[in-house]
């Protein structure tokens, strides 16, 4: 036996209990370890009974972190006077009475575990009125001892104070972190309960100094109002709205676009029939839907609606409600899956803006939520901006470029494209700008400068070509197979023997990738049929790294499945890589690509793909204008 144990009975057995009924004292501390967490978890109750009783403006006063106070106010229905005692009961509830009202609960709160929960662990007070009562009533609580109601002096609505919290129970109160992180917690959870109700106001205060203020918003297109407060003005000016539905179901809200990630997921939020949730089947879908537009370790922001009939959800699933179960948690998967992605798909030149030194471009939505170019945005017909003094040169007007002398990677680009594309002038077929504008230069062997009316663009060549030939392999295979060539002799690829093996069991990702694969040895891999785009002399190489990418651990390669991951290294290593130098109609061959490409503001690996200087901005580098 351990020094320090206790040693059992002689016999070697554990003694025994009677079985016994608990009191109500103990029960309720034992409920209230469930539902009431830390003070923000007081918070979230207090309010949501505030959200159904039809409150329309909420006031929340902190002190020592939520520990020494919290107080919630609102202008709801308020409480009838004889129902008070009963409030305070366990399991007692004015919003279900039945299992058919359980299984289509609409409602936040519906247990009747709150209110006794955090009358037994703090001292409570209920100060409330209905409209047609002519005065108010008060009931207190005090370590689950509930005294007799009250009257007293209030407004329609209700006032719930809790004091002291944990102050009977001092083994929960030791877990109760810093005044600061408490209060963070209360903090983010108000931030998710006003992109909870933008009807509804809300102010949450610590001590005199206000932390949050929203007001309740009164028309519709006024959310991004309070998006801008809650989030900040740059979520508000780069996300794509979203809205999509399909029967019962419906999909709405905003999506941050890729170039918005953030380095921690501290602005994603998902709301299923109004309520906040943190789900891991939702989270997933949004994963899968950004997973070849956002670089490697970056996470989107994104407020999302999840609006379905309340029999196709159960909410009954989590002791805090944090998570939900779907009736058919495979079709809602997929559903909310390819809402997104095709709300993501609009991120192409035509579909977003890449920022470009911190300013934000002008975009206008559309009625599918996609964002598009205003014509002349940043040229001299907005305040403030130098008006547009040169016009869009040709394709010969500054001819810095060599010819290219191995223009096969792009080569296609140009035999796909329309004809007059390849040498197009900086207006389209209609009179319209291209978007990313007309080439004049190549940098360094690395980037494409192209002149709008409205400034310049830069577009990364590899990263841009990665996406159009990786959109284009997804194309192909979702029709069949990509289109291939037999070769009239195998090429041989030496592996080592568990790479080999590997390989070969993933025959049929490759036959649709369009090789044809076999084995010559245990250590010699035979390519004998191969994409039709692939030059002979790269084949090795381009194998090689798909070789490797596909042995990797799919947590440590930025795209999900064997299919997705080859065609993603496909695309990769054929682009064209730095320093081909490219003529000017190749340049201008990829620029109109990628307009027509979906999310061509991305590579596959998430990076941007392009950015713009304004006129205006330029014009502020070389101080014009002052």
């Not at 399991?91 to 575990?113: M, N, P, Q, Y």
């Not at 609606?305 to 989590?318: F, R, S, W």
Request: net charge negative.
């Amino acid at each position: 036996m351990c020094p320090g144990t206790l040693a059992p009975p002689g016999d070697g057995t554990l003694p025994l209990m009677a079985i016994r009924v608990l009191p109500d004292e103990l029960i309720d501390q034992i409920a209230a370890g469930e539902v009431i967490e830390r003070p923000a978890s007081v918070v979230k109750e207090l309010i949501e009974n505030s959200l159904d009783a039809g409150a329309n403006r909420i006031d929340i006063d902190i002190e020592r972190g939520g520990t020494g106070l919290i107080r919630v106010r609102d202008d709801g229905r308020g409480i009838e006077p004889e129902e008070l005692p009963l409030a305070l009961a366990r399991h007692a509830t004015s919003k279900i009475a039945s299992l058919d009202d359980l299984e289509a609960v609409s409602t936040l709160g519906f247990r009747g575990e709150a209110l006794p929960s955090i009358g037994s662990v703090a001292r409570l007070r209920i100060v409330t009125r209905t409209a047609a009562a002519d005065r108010g009533a008060e009931i207190a609580v005090e370590g689950g001892a509930v005294n007799a109601p009250r009257p007293a002096a209030h407004p329609t609505g209700t006032t719930i104070e809790v004091r002291d919290l944990f102050y009977n129970v001092p083994a929960r109160r030791k877990f109760v972190k810093s005044e600061a992180t408490e209060l963070g917690h209360i903090a983010r959870l108000l931030e998710r309960l006003a992109l909870s109700r933008f009807d509804v106001g809300f102010r949450l205060r610590h001590g005199t100094r206000v932390i949050l203020e929203v007001p309740a918003l009164d028309g519709m297109g006024t959310e991004l109002d309070r998006l801008r407060q809650v989030l900040g003005a740059d979520f508000a000016e780069s996300a794509v709205a979203v809205s999509h539905a399909a029967g019962p179901v419906m999909l709405s809200g905003w999506a941050g676009l890729p170039t918005r990630s953030r380095a921690q997921p501290d602005q994603q939020f998902w709301f299923v029939n109004g309520r906040s949730v943190r789900d891991r089947l939702l989270m997933n879908a949004v994963r899968l839907a950004y997973r070849d537009v956002l670089y490697h370790g970056r996470y989107p922001a994104y407020v999302l609606y999840l609006t379905l009939d309340p029999k196709l959800v159960d909410v009954n699933a989590h002791p805090a409600k944090l998570e939900v179960r779907f009736r058919d948690s495979r079709q809602i998967h997929e559903f909310v899956f390819r809402a997104l992605e095709r709300a993501l798909a609009g991120t192409s030149p035509e579909a977003g803006a890449a920022p470009a030194a911190g300013v934000p471009e002008a975009r206008t939505a559309t009625s599918t939520g996609a964002t598009f170019w205003r014509a002349g945005a940043g040229s001299g017909t907005e305040e403030g901006t130098a008006p547009a003094r040169h016009g869009a040169p040709g394709p010969q007007a500054l001819p810095l470029y060599s010819r290219s002398r191995d223009p096969w990677a792009i080569a296609a680009l140009i035999a796909e494209a329309p004809e007059g594309v390849a040498d197009s002038p900086p207006m389209g077929l209609h009179g319209e700008e291209h978007p990313l504008g007309t080439a004049i230069a190549q940098l360094h062997g690395v980037y494409i400068l192209a002149q709008t009316s409205s400034g310049l663009v830069l577009v990364d060549m590899h990263a841009a070509h990665e996406r159009v030939l990786y959109e284009k392999l997804k194309a192909d295979r979702a029709h069949g197979t990509v289109p291939s060539q037999l070769l009239l002799e195998p090429l041989t690829v030496p592996l080592k023997p568990h790479e080999l093996e590997a390989i070969l069991e993933q025959r049929e990702d490759w036959a649709r990738a369009g090789f044809e694969i076999d084995a010559l040895s245990e250590t010699h891999l035979a390519l004998r049929r191969v994409p039709a785009f692939l030059p002979t002399s790269d084949i090795p190489r381009i194998v090689s790294a798909l070789v490797h990418d596909l042995t990797l651990d799919a947590e440590t390669h930025h795209l999900e499945g064997v299919a997705d991951r080859m065609l993603g290294t496909l695309a990769c290593r054929s682009a064209i890589h730095a320093h081909r130098r490219l003529t000017l109609p190749e340049m201008n061959a990829l620029l109109r690509q990628m307009e027509e490409t979906e999310r061509a503001n991305q590579c596959n690996h998430g990076r941007p793909t392009w950015t713009r200087l304004t006129l205006q901005q330029l014009d502020q580098l070389f101080l014009r204008g002052r």
